[in-house]
């Protein structure tokens, strides 16, 4: 492959771009929506440290898929059970921090392993094995696409629903229980919301990419604010961003749309970091 | 050994009411027969060694563990439920990470509405409230700055202001001196103890050492060798009682306005297997 090649690649369908947004208008609202709940999702988890959590989940997601894929089921079913079953697990098994680390590290390759046999022993349309890994939003149909869509706002609405007290058990967990909140139950409404919109996330970016929309937007509006409002905001303009744009850009060409989205969201990261220097050192002179 | 002069206030609600109290963990009792009436106003310090229940206690009393037996009544009411907002609850100082997502006057906004469902768009009468607590709390200076920013003095302060949120009854504080200068632990102490006597609230204080709060405290509950005793710190504070409830001889010294234990064993003993923190233990 030369450069020229790559340039075909990336910009062949600049000509058509017009007809293939239209084409592909409703992944686009799709990518939208799971941007800016990912985003908001994205502030918790960074809050209660659940990063390697969010990993764990998308694979026994994808394990999930992939066994509805083989058995001939509907691919979004399949991978909510798996994130279901894995979020379950996890709020269940791995209420300390260290306890559920071990467990996910466990838990993840064997979700891995379990969805690369069920691929192996598929024997349909190729393509469809590696977008459950990969991604590929701009070749789901539009039907699950509405699902998708109407999951997302499903998680929004929940998020909202326990926003204060969620954000009171992640930032101060003691205090929280001291004051009633119900920490048990907002921990284990908080692991549904995080395995739903993961379900969703597999099949816009794939299981290995996830962390791309559920965790970089947040972990760089926590770089550059502090605010209750203006990290939320900025995590899902970031999410929102990141999406949209990926997508935006995937179309001009033939790639995939996946490693759009995860450059636009991890140079947003670099910049806000960048920009966050200056913070970062004013707290370290003062904790020298 | 509840029913001295102090706790006869004619309230019809005291604060705090314990009755034929135990804990037990294993095998091993760690104390039984604790009667205990705070009543309002009133300053209690809790003493003894590391791994004698103390903080147990405190959870106890907020309903996030259970005694092995006795009875607890705050504001007249059986303690049932977990987590109560009719009491307030200072944790010991843990310094925030410095990249916390969460501004000084967030802590206390948690306090005022973060047990509430729904997202919670601003309000004038929250945000109203938040400012008056970080007012009578001193930190209007620094309330905005991200929490890492700001010292443990300047955190514990809003802690407080978080505790107090709902003007509550009993202020439940679990060693929050630890890690702070002698400078923030006086106006930590002096904080609390205007506001008991401003708002009449009760106070059961956990704490290692006595010093910051001899001026202040009412009564001292002290907690060792599987036995307690209750009393005036005139009462308590003395070698004679001190060696009994330890089992073993103990040396209650005032020099330069400070009162010093000496040679508790088994406080340094259970200091060390319990707490890495060297800051902590009776001063010695």
Redo the contacts between chains.
Sequence with gaps: MNWSDIGDAMFGGMADYGAILALVSNSVIAGAVLGVVGGLVG?FV??RDMAFAVHGISELSFAGAAFALLIGWDVVTGSIVGSLIAAGLIGWLGARARDRNSFIGVLMPFGLGLGILFLSLYSGRSANRFSLLTGQIVSVQNAQLGWLIAISILVLLGL??????L??DS??P?????????VTGVSLGFMLLLGLIVAVAIHIIGALLVMALLVTPAAA???I?????S?PLLAALFGFVSAVGGILLAIAGTLPVSPYITTVSFLIYLVCRLAGRR??R???E??A | MSADDDTAVPATRPPLRIRGAALRRGERELWSGLDLDVAPGEFIAVLGPSGSGKTTLLRAILGLEHLSAGTIETGGRLVQRRGNRRIGYVPQQRPLPPETALRGRDLVTLGVSGHRFGFGLPNRRDRERVDALVADVGASAFADRPVGELSGGEQQRLRIGQAIADDPDLLLCDEPLTSLDLANQQAIVSLIDRHRRDRGTGVLFVTHDINPVLDIVDRILYIAGGRFTLGRPDEVLQTSVLSELYGAPVVVLRAGGRLVVVGAPDAEDAHHHHHPDPDEGVRA
């Design positions: 502030v960074m809050q909202l629903f326990i926003w204060r007290p954000r009171f930032l101060d003691q205090s929280a229980a001291a004051r009633g909140v119900p509006a926590m770089r604010a502090s605010g209750p409002w990290v913070r970062g004013v707290t370290r003062r904790f």
